[in-house]
Nanobody
């Protein structure tokens, strides 16, 4: 199973982008879906997650600006990013935690990353 992230690009401060991440195959017993980002020269950080409830989680840095959503049937997770700031510039990675066959242990599946650049 591979995750394909898309939707990144260059946007001015205050603008919006919508990221998408779709799995090439089926992932079962999905526990959570999420998005991380890695700014230049910094460590990867969690920016949004959604559990199976579904309960979303956002760190304070993006709360009120980012919204995570999902389509479990399509194994797809989205990230709507509004009021973007230059400090949101980063490579964004999606992640899905689930089982490849619904019987075995869950794995973390990562997307390849999509670059978001916010100009001031």
């Amino acid at each position: 199973v591979q995750l394909q992230a898309s939707g990144g690009g260059l946007v001015q401060a205050g603008g919006s982008l919508r990221l998408s991440c779709a799995a090439s195959g089926s992932i079962f017993s999905i526990n959570s879906m999420g998005w991380y980002r890695q700014p230049p020269g910094k460590e990867r950080e969690l920016v949004a997650a959604i559990t199976s409830d579904p309960t979303p989680y956002y760190p304070d840095s993006v709360k009120g600006r980012f919204t995570i959503s999902r389509d479990v049937a399509k194994n797809t997770v989205y990230l709507q990013m509004n009021s973007l700031k230059p400090e949101d510039t980063a490579v964004y990675y999606c992640i899905i935690n689930g089982s490849p066959d619904g019987r075995g242990p869950r794995n973390d599946y990562w997307g390849q990353g999509t670059l978001v650049t916010v100009s001031s």
